[in-house]
């Protein structure tokens, strides 16, 4: 019954990750599309801890410095999602 309700578990979280990420890819297409000067501030991308992540991750590809596989393989699903 225990490892049950782990799997359970373990399938809402990756669910929950997946649908998070979703929403960044979204919200880059989104921000992608506005003009300069209504984009979002700087500050915005800065405070949520997993989106500042998956941006240095993002930056870190593009000039081919990634520090860890993690990071590029964060890079390369933002960069090209499934």
Same mark, same amino acid.
Request: hydrophobic fraction near 35%; charged fraction near 30%.
């Given at each position: +019954?225990?490892?049950?309700?782990? @799997? =359970?578990?373990?399938? *809402?979280?990756? $669910?929950?990750?997946?649908? $998070?990420? %979703?929403?960044?890819?979204? *919200? *880059?297409?989104?921000?992608? =599309? +506005?003009? @300069? %000067? #209504?984009? !979002?501030?700087?500050?915005?991308?800065?405070?949520?801890?997993?989106?500042?992540?998956?941006?240095?991750? *993002?930056?870190?590809?593009?000039? #081919?410095?990634?520090?860890?596989?993690? %990071?590029?393989?964060?890079?390369? +699903?933002?960069?090209? !999602?499934?």
């Amino acid at each position: +019954m225990k490892q049950v309700e782990e @799997l =359970s578990h373990r399938k *809402l979280a990756k $669910e929950a990750a997946e649908k $998070e990420f %979703q929403e960044f890819i979204e *919200l *880059l297409a989104s921000v992608k =599309s +506005m003009s @300069l %000067q #209504d984009k !979002p501030p700087k500050s915005s991308w800065t405070n949520d801890e997993n989106n500042w992540s998956r941006i240095e991750s *993002l930056v870190a590809y593009a000039i #081919d410095a990634c520090k860890s596989d993690e %990071q590029r393989k964060t890079a390369g +699903m933002v960069t090209f !999602p499934a």
